[in-house]
């Protein structure tokens, strides 16, 4: 009997066996057999057991009827739209829905939930979705293709505007709110609200423009408002003050980009009492007049924001008159001038200048410059030759606004609070980028006008919510580690397990799971 370590290079452990030699007759020589003991501490050199294998069990009665209930437990996803539901709790969305649609808003709600999960897929693949995915609702279950087809035809106007005015009284009563359109393509050659117009997409298709209105506080979008897609924007105004009537219009303040100037509309916000900050074009008369007035001293350096890079003047104008002539409406012109933009303006209209004098020397004119060639170009005959020289002078007075950007309002507050105010309307920008490609509506598929008003509105509550986590994301900086995409499908792999006996389990939720909810203002499932 002797002791035998044996090194084994890939485990890097030593190994100890016990050894015994036997004579074995048959083949006339000994033969080795080995037990082995266990492995040695490197540093103590005892001898420690090794992990005893597992031995097998046979499979009891009981043991077989735990293995039949495990098949009969349904496993489903469960953790982002466990969070899109809290979120319409908290945002009271199924409170205003349950109100506008008593007998429909649970079907609407989790066709909602299916649109920020599964944007890119048609409504027919709902039925195969919902069997692997949690939903709030039993009724989920009844909806096939057919259904959801006659579920968007009861949607009707009373109960739509019934949803926005619920969703109008949760704003603030001095807040802003912020107003834009977006173009929709249609394949449809049926819905009479798809003309052509002025594609937003570039599409050469019919369009719908959809006008969205948003909430400063909330950062969330409050109505909605389809119109015939060859209506401009600045024709859209009085719409939008219709869409308004039932609220005070001394707690309305709106806030647009310079595509719904008009002076009808200034005159019609201040008939109605309408507060409002407005983009404006530089070469507006009166606008140009404030510019002279700021002029000398707008780049002096109290007028300067270290913070936005650009100078700042605010002018009162008189422009706008009563029709009765007596007195004026008191408006703010806000002028911003950035010197870099202004080199860079001038860089671009030298470029173009020389583009149209070529074009002018050749005589291979361009449409859509007819303008250009008359304004900055004299034309000069000498001994029956026709040449061209710039009009300086013309030149000179276009380029004296170039680096200005102008903003007009009914209120006079300061200057960069303004700003700020202004550029937050970049919220919509980023709505309608989730409407068109998180939420897969650049272009309609629907052919009857009241599919159209049930399709709208589902995807607008789908809208509200993807503004929710948008905003989350922003706020908490989570933006920057992930997508919305990434941010549901890391809940999305939390399940919930559910049998017909023994009720619901949910499955583990990871620290990291955890972080996701709470940072972003939801209770995690517990």
Same mark, same amino acid.
């Given at each position: 009997?002797?002791i035998e370590?044996?090194?084994?290079?890939?485990?890097?452990?030593?190994y100890v066996?016990?050894?015994?030699?036997q004579?074995?007759?048959?083949?006339?020589?000994?033969?080795?057999?080995?037990?082995?003991l266990?492995?040695?501490d490197?540093?103590?050199?005892?001898?420690?057991?090794?992990?005893p294998?597992k031995k097998k069990?046979?499979?009891?009665?009981?043991?077989?009827?735990?293995?039949?209930m495990?098949?009969?437990i349904?496993r489903?996803h469960y953790?982002?739209?466990?969070?899109l539901h809290s979120v319409?709790?908290n945002e009271?969305?199924?409170?205003?829905?349950?109100?506008?649609?008593?007998?429909?808003?649970e079907?609407?709600?989790?066709?909602?939930?299916?649109?920020?999960?599964?944007p890119?897929?048609?409504?027919?693949?709902?039925?195969?979705?919902a069997?692997?995915?949690?939903?709030? $609702?039993d &009724?989920? =279950?009844?909806?096939?293709?057919?259904? *959801?087809?006659? !579920?968007f035809?009861?949607? %009707?106007?009373e109960?739509i505007?019934?949803?926005?005015?619920?969703?109008?009284?949760?704003t603030?009563?001095?807040e802003?709110?912020?107003?834009?359109?977006?173009?929709?393509s249609?394949?449809?050659?049926?819905l009479?609200y798809?003309?052509?117009?002025?594609?937003?997409?570039d599409?050469k298709?019919?369009?719908?423009?959809?006008?969205?209105?948003f909430s400063?506080?909330?950062?969330?979008?409050i109505?909605?408002? $389809?119109l &015939?897609? =060859?209506?401009?924007?600045?024709?859209? *105004?009085?719409w !939008?003050?219709?869409l308004? %009537?039932?609220?005070?219009k001394?707690s309305i303040?709106l806030?647009?980009?310079?595509?719904?100037y008009s002076?009808?509309n200034?005159?019609?916000?201040?008939h109605h009492?309408?507060g409002?900050?407005?983009?404006?074009?530089?070469?507006?008369s009166?606008?140009?007049?404030?510019i002279e007035t700021?002029?000398?001293?707008?780049s002096?350096?109290?007028n300067?924001?270290?913070?936005?890079?650009?100078?700042?003047?605010?002018?009162?104008t008189?422009?706008f008159?009563?029709?009765?002539g007596?007195?004026?409406y008191?408006?703010y012109v806000?002028?911003?001038?950035?010197?870099?933009?202004a080199?860079?303006?001038?860089?671009?209209?030298?470029v173009?200048?020389?583009?149209?004098y070529?074009?002018l020397?050749?005589?291979?004119?361009?449409?859509?410059?007819?303008k250009?060639?008359?304004?900055?170009?004299?034309?000069?005959?000498?001994?029956?030759?026709?040449?061209?020289?710039?009009n300086?002078?013309?030149?000179?007075?276009h380029?004296r606004?170039?680096?200005?950007f102008?903003?007009?309002?009914s209120?006079?507050?300061?200057?960069?609070?303004?700003l700020?105010?202004?550029?937050?309307k970049?919220?919509i920008?980023?709505?309608?980028?989730?409407?068109?490609d998180?939420?897969?509506?650049?272009?309609l598929?629907?052919?009857?006008e009241?599919?159209?008003?049930g399709?709208?509105?589902?995807?607008?509550?789908?809208?509200?919510?993807q503004?929710?986590?948008?905003?989350?994301l922003?706020e908490t900086?989570?933006?920057?580690e992930?997508t919305?995409?990434?941010f549901l499908?890391?809940?999305?792999?939390?399940?919930?397990?559910?049998?017909?006996k023994?009720?619901?389990?949910?499955?583990e939720?990871?620290?990291?799971q955890?972080?996701?909810?709470s940072?972003t203002?939801?209770?995690y499932?517990?």
């Amino acid at each position: 009997m002797a002791i035998e370590d044996v090194y084994d290079k890939k485990a890097k452990k030593t190994y100890v066996y016990e050894v015994e030699y036997q004579y074995d007759p048959a083949i006339k020589n000994t033969r080795k057999k080995r037990k082995i003991l266990g492995h040695r501490d490197p540093e103590t050199g005892e001898i420690k057991p090794n992990r005893p294998r597992k031995k097998k069990v046979a499979v009891t009665a009981n043991d077989k009827d735990v293995l039949e209930m495990a098949k009969t437990i349904e496993r489903k996803h469960y953790g982002a739209t466990y969070y899109l539901h809290s979120v319409a709790k908290n945002e009271k969305i199924i409170d205003a829905l349950k109100e506008s649609f008593p007998e429909h808003y649970e079907q609407l709600l989790q066709l909602a939930y299916y649109l920020v999960m599964a944007p890119t897929n048609s409504m027919r693949q709902f039925e195969s979705w919902a069997k692997s995915h949690y939903l709030p $609702y039993d &009724s989920a =279950n009844k909806l096939t293709s057919q259904r *959801i087809s006659d !579920l968007f035809k009861q949607v %009707d106007e009373e109960g739509i505007q019934r949803f926005f005015d619920l969703r109008m009284k949760q704003t603030k009563a001095k807040e802003y709110l912020y107003y834009d359109t977006t173009s929709i393509s249609s394949y449809s050659k049926t819905l009479p609200y798809a003309q052509y117009g002025y594609n937003k997409e570039d599409d050469k298709l019919p369009q719908i423009n959809l006008g969205v209105i948003f909430s400063e506080q909330t950062r969330l979008p409050i109505m909605y408002r $389809y119109l &015939s897609g =060859n209506i401009p924007d600045n024709k859209t *105004i009085t719409w !939008l003050l219709s869409l308004l %009537d039932n609220m005070s219009k001394e707690s309305i303040k709106l806030v647009m980009d310079r595509g719904f100037y008009s002076q009808d509309n200034i005159k019609a916000l201040i008939h109605h009492g309408i507060g409002f900050v407005m983009g404006a074009k530089s070469n507006l008369s009166y606008v140009k007049a404030a510019i002279e007035t700021v002029r000398d001293e707008i780049s002096d350096v109290e007028n300067y924001s270290t913070v936005y890079k650009l100078a700042g003047k605010r002018v009162k104008t008189d422009y706008f008159k009563p029709e009765s002539g007596n007195g004026h409406y008191p408006i703010y012109v806000y002028a911003y001038y950035n010197r870099d933009q202004a080199v860079d303006q001038e860089h671009q209209w030298n470029v173009e200048l020389q583009k149209r004098y070529k074009e002018l020397q050749s005589g291979e004119l361009k449409v859509g410059f007819e303008k250009d060639y008359k304004n900055y170009f004299t034309q000069i005959e000498e001994d029956g030759q026709i040449t061209y020289e710039y009009n300086r002078e013309n030149i000179a007075a276009h380029k004296r606004n170039f680096g200005y950007f102008i903003l007009i309002s009914s209120y006079k507050k300061d200057i960069w609070e303004l700003l700020s105010l202004y550029r937050n309307k970049d919220l919509i920008e980023d709505a309608f980028h989730n409407l068109k490609d998180r939420l897969n509506m650049r272009r309609l598929r629907v052919s009857s006008e009241s599919g159209l008003e049930g399709k709208l509105f589902v995807q607008f509550v789908a809208l509200i919510l993807q503004s929710y986590i948008k905003h989350a994301l922003d706020e908490t900086e989570l933006n920057e580690e992930y997508t919305q995409a990434d941010f549901l499908a890391s809940l999305n792999r939390i399940d919930i397990l559910t049998h017909t006996k023994y009720g619901a389990t949910i499955g583990e939720t990871t620290i990291a799971q955890k972080l996701l909810y709470s940072k972003t203002g939801i209770s995690y499932p517990e």
